[in-house]
């Protein structure tokens, strides 16, 4: 009997074991530049203090007790709960992009991930393709749909954009299959490129910015301003800087959100680089833990009025990563409640759609599943 139970307590230890080692596997190389190799390139902008980059409105400190804790946890490790939709997520025929790009349009797919179409260029915002957002295959949070589409199917882009470098948001094996088969640039705020330079990025195709500094592909002009949020892979908190982005063709303007909380920032970019055709504005993972890093659907309203006074919403950063324990179509929910009376128009394509503000598609409220 004790041969047997050493025997299973031996499998059971070797295969905990193995587990671990596929856990990490990769994660050395996904969690990016050692903060010293940041620090050069950082220590220039008057957004770094004391070695970290600080937001413009300060943003409070997580605030949960221990039983808000475990309730978070509960729900977000758990397999139940209502932050997880009711059934599979209905996903749109990808676009065809053989043909020019639009004068402006925008196609969601998943996230923080879109491909903006403005003015004869297209753009892909914060591309993460990977099962997870972590530095692992095994764990952290998964997708609750699919891609869309897959690299493979998307036009030449001119340019990808990114936020910053939350796992969420910076996915390395995306990168590094974009560099592959694409040839635009990267644009990403300081202390970002770092990362892309020790996973082999050519020089040449990085694009690095602090708030209020632009730079051109051809017409479009690429403008990196401020966002309320944080940045950090490990346990480095803050080295790198995070963003939003305005772009401004010959002809139209749009503004990408990211990851943001509300941020006083939002009319000011609004005066200096708007008024925007499109906005592409965070509504979930807010939580009332963490209220000034991510933006509840309200703030995104409110934010939309700030940035324009014209223009379509189009809501990004909800429904494919449970990031926060509320409802699953909780934050479109409130959006489209909120938006009725500021009359502001909104559209929520989904996985896959492509929206044109000219002409947007009634919503069939796909998320009611």
Known sequence: ???????????????????????????????????????AVAQGSPN??????????????LTMDREELRLVAWELIGNRGVSRPAAPI????????DGDPRRL???????????????????LTDPVWSNRCSPSDLVGPQRLHPPPVQ????????????????????????????????????????????????????????????????????????????????????????TTLWASWAFAGPNHRAY?????????????????R???????????????????????PEEAVRAHRDLTDKGLLVPIHWGTFRLAPHPWAEPVERLLAAAAPERVDVAV?????RIDPAAPLKSNAWWRL
Request: with cysteine; hydrophobic share 45%; net charge negative.
């Open 1 to 39: 009997m004790r041969g047997a139970l050493r025997l299973a307590a031996g499998t059971a230890s070797l295969a905990a074991g193995s587990w671990v080692v596929r856990a990490l596997h990769g994660a050395p190389a996904a969690l990016g530049a050692h903060p010293t190799a940041i620090r």
């Open 48 to 61: 770094y203090r004391d070695g970290v980059f600080v937001n413009l409105d300060p943003a409070s400190a």
């Open 90 to 97: 209905p996903l749109a025929a990808p676009a065809l992009f």
């Open 105 to 123: 349009a925008v196609s969601w797919f998943g996230h923080s991930t879109a491909l903006l179409e403005i003015d004869g260029y297209r753009v």
């Open 151 to 238: 690299l493979e199917g998307l036009p030449a882009v001119d340019a990808v954009v990114i936020s910053h470098d939350h796992y969420d948001h910076l996915d390395i094996d995306t990168v590094m299959a974009l560099t592959r088969t694409q040839r635009a640039p990267f644009f990403v705020p300081l202390g970002v490129g770092a990362h892309l330079r020790v996973w082999g990025i050519p020089e040449h195709r990085i694009v690095e910015l602090d708030w209020h500094q632009s730079a051109r592909v051809d017409e479009l002009t690429v403008t990196c301003v401020p966002a309320r949020h944080f940045s950090g892979r490990f346990l480095d908190r803050n």
């Open 256 to 272: 990408f959100g990211g990851d943001t909380g509300y941020t006083k920032s939002f009319a000011h970019i609004g005066a200096d």
């Open 274 to 296: 708007g008024p925007f055709d499109l906005t592409l504005l965070p509504i979930g993972a807010y939580n009332t833990a963490w209220p000034d890093v991510h933006m509840n």
């Open 349 to 353: 394509p989904a996985p896959g759609q």
